[in-house]
Every structure is written in C-alpha cells, then in structure tokens.
C-alpha cells in the first residue's frame, strides 16, 4: 500500500476512538506506575497495540517502535509511536493528550501525525510538503519579541534525579515573557508552536517516541528546532522548538 497521509490519518483516528472510549469510563481505568512519576493505563497498552498491527500490517517493509512494546523489526525504517503522550494527564480527566506517529527512514522524518481525540485536534506534516491541523494548513507564529511571547514547557518525569531540573531555567524564561503554559503531553507542545499557539516550547530528558511526529510537523510550519546550545537537529534529550524569530533571545537563558 502506498504511504499516505490519509491512510495514517484513518488509522490515528480509529486509535483516538479506543482511546476514548477508555477515557470516558476512568473510573474503571486502573493506573500503573513505571516510575514514581511515569504513569500506563490499559489504554495505552490498547492504542499501541492497535497502532502496531494497523501500521506493520499495511506496511510490512517497516518496523516498529512504540513506548510500551519497545522495537521489533526493521529499525532503519520504521514507525515510532507514543500510543498516549500525556497519560497523567488523561488519567485525570484532562484534554491535553494525543497520539503521536511518526515514520522515520533512513532517519529523516516522512510523515507524522499528533491527535488528540478529547480536543479533536488532528496535526500533520509531511516532509517537502507542509503541515496541517484539520485539513488547514498551519505555520509557525509571527511574535519577533520574547518578551511579548508565550511559552511552554515540560519537567521530564525523572526529575527528582536530574541536577538540572529546569526550575531555574523555567523561572529565568518566565521573568522574560508573558505567557508560560505546561501542558503536559510533549507531542502537542510541539504542535502548537507548529500553529502560533505559542512562540517556543522547551524539554529535557524526553525520548524520540514523544517528539518524532511534533518535529516533523513544527519544522514543516517553519520553526527551528535545536538544542539548548542551539546547534540545529532533533535531540530529544535537550529540545528547543522555536518559531525561529526569537531563537536567539532565549537561547542565552537556557
Ligand atoms: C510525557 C509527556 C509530558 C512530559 C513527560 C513525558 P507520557 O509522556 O510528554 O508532557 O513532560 O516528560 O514523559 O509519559 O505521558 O507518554
Ligand atoms: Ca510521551
Ligand atoms: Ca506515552
């Protein structure tokens, strides 16, 4: 089958459908923890292994990365996948969660998508070719000022055992802008630098699965995405998504 926007938009979708049908019954959704601070819920086990048979059956030649299966098969050409990204969120009751898909090969990001079914909000990107929120196509905001801009950030789960834990960054940045949200799923931080929601968003200590298909998209509508040294490239370990015009104000306060 051919690789298609529409074919992965069928499929993120049916996975948004088993995704909240969990969601509107939490009450009878038992929550684990990985770690003190990383949570899994049936749902997630559900929506991965959806997403793996959907996408490994239509496309046998690529393998498969998901949070909660780990990798199986073709690694240089493959899917990679955050069957729920921002489950504390959802487990909660929150809105601000999604599913995020990506199909790397030969590491260049192709096509990506990030949903999330209790906004109904459905981010794409394909490499070349643009990136969209519900069939319009998005771009990056036009805010050149820091310090009138918004943004985001998240503190990485394993916080408590990180030397840098972000608060004296987060409070340097806050100090310098107007607006500063956290949200709580990493996929759609991306997705709303990628459409003006916000001007830059900032993490550490993230994996690929969480910011594949949100790079695709946020670079597609014209952001820069970078580390904190500002060196250009995807490092999910130290990740800055900007809308480019003010890169080089935050950059000295990371
Ligand atoms: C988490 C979310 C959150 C971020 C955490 C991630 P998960 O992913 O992206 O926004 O702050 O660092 O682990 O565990 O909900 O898939
Ligand atoms: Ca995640
Ligand atoms: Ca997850």
Not at 40 to 62: H, I, M, N, Q, S
Not at 223 to 245: E, H, R, S
Request: charged residues 20%; aromatic residues 10%; proline residues 3%.
């Amino acid at each position: 089958m051919p690789i298609s926007l529409a074919v992965l938009e069928e499929v993120v979708r049916e996975a948004g459908s088993i995704a909240l049908t969990y969601f509107k019954d939490l009450k009878n959704v038992k929550v684990h923890r990985k770690s003190p601070r990383d949570f899994v819920t049936a749902a997630d086990l559900a929506v991965e292994v959806f997403l793996k048979e959907a996408l490994t059956g239509r496309y046998p030649e690529f393998g498969f990365w998901g949070e909660e299966s780990g990798q199986s098969a073709n690694q240089t050409n493959r899917w990679i996948v955050d069957p729920i990204d921002g489950t504390h969120s959802f487990s909660r009751g929150q809105y601000f969660w999604s599913i995020s898909v990506a199909l790397e090969i030969a590491q260049e990001l192709i096509i990506g998508a990030v949903y999330a079914p209790a906004l109904n909000d459905y981010y794409c990107a394909e490499k070349g070719r643009g990136a969209w929120k519900n069939g319009q196509p998005i771009t990056v905001s036009s805010e050149d000022n820091l310090s009138d801009g918004m943004v985001a950030t998240g503190f990485a789960c394993l916080r408590s055992y990180l030397t840098d834990n972000n608060l004296e960054r987060f409070g340097r940045i806050a100090q310098n802008t107007t607006g500063q949200r956290r949200f709580g799923s990493a996929a759609l931080d991306l997705c709303f630098v990628a459409d003006g929601q916000v001007d830059a968003f900032w993490e550490q200590e993230l994996n690929l699965y969480d910011v594949a298909a949100g790079t695709l998209i946020a670079r597609e509508a014209g952001a820069t995405v970078t580390d904190f040294q500002g060196n250009q490239g995807l490092f999910p370990k130290q990740i800055l998504v900007t809308n480019g015009k003010i890169l080089n104000q935050i950059l000295p306060l990371m």
